[in-house]
């Protein structure tokens, strides 16, 4: 049945992240808020065709925000950036911000020379992005 299958395509998902998770990538999930941290120095064509694969799994329309964490990220391509720009199209359309936080200059210069930066959100941590999340939350 319907319910039955969801909930194990939900477990699915969960351990198919929880496998990434050792590897490339980090997730943890604060009420619908999606925090996904890479752990890679670099955002390359190495990493690209994995990370896409997991923010295919990740962007779903339920969630309030997309924080991707860029803080060990010393280099990035067009590849990479290709990969931000995905995040950034599936969720557009739902109204759920992506957000990056610890952004390194070299990155944030691509992404200006891209123009694409008005794309994103930036903060420095986590607990910032989170205290304007609840900010804006507060004005509503």
Not at 112 to 136: C, H, N, Y
């Amino acid at each position: 049945d319907f319910p039955a299958c969801l909930e194990f395509l939900s477990i699915f998902v969960r351990h198919h992240l929880l496998i990434a998770a050792l590897m490339k990538f980090s997730l943890e999930q604060d009420d619908n808020v999606v925090v996904f941290t890479i752990n890679e120095n670099r955002l390359d064509s190495l990493v690209a065709p994995d990370l896409k694969a997991e923010l295919l799994i990740v962007c779903q329309p339920d969630i309030d925000a997309l924080i991707l964490d860029l803080s060990k990220i010393d280099y990035a391509d067009s590849t990479g950036l290709s990969c931000l720009l995905l995040a950034h199209r599936q969720l557009k359309d739902h109204n759920v911000p992506v957000i990056l936080i610890g952004v390194r200059e070299t990155v944030r210069n691509l992404l200006r020379l891209s123009q694409m930066e008005w794309l994103f959100t930036f903060f420095d941590t986590k607990e910032q992005a989170f205290r304007d999340m609840q900010d804006d939350g507060a004005g509503e």
